[in-house]
Nanobody, 122 residues
């Protein structure tokens, strides 16, 4: 069983910053990808950034380009997302995601946190 717990969301004025954290616990495979997705009201969930177990990072170029920084903790089971220069259109639920890679089989299994709300006022 895997659990993902997010924290750090909140209310901020446009131009402000927030730091989100996600802690994964349970049976975590050595090969995995952890990431942050967001879902604005009435829109589909979309990738913000992801980082794999070798600390290779992928940012969704069209999403928060240059304004989001993802990092992984030394324990490998925590990730953070630093959000800067926030805009009202960044408002939404930010979800932590963990994709476990089964070695040798190509199979994957995805896990999601409950989400943390980010609200940016104009």
């Amino acid at each position: 069983q895997v659990q993902l717990v997010e924290s750090g969301g909140g209310f901020v004025q446009a131009g402000g910053s927030l730091a989100l954290s996600c802690a994964a616990s349970g049976n975590i495979f050595a090969l995995n990808v952890m990431g942050w997705y967001r879902q604005a009201p009435g829109k589909e969930r979309e990738l913000v950034a992801e980082i794999d177990s070798n600390n290779v990072i992928n940012y969704a170029e069209s999403i928060m380009k240059g304004r989001a920084t993802i990092s992984r903790g030394n324990d490998k089971n925590t990730i953070a997302l630093q959000l800067n220069s926030l805009k009202p259109e960044d408002t939404g639920l930010y979800y932590c995601n963990l994709i476990q890679l089964f070695p040798g089989s190509g199979r994957t299994r995805a896990h999601w946190g409950q989400g943390t709300q980010v609200t940016v006022s104009s």
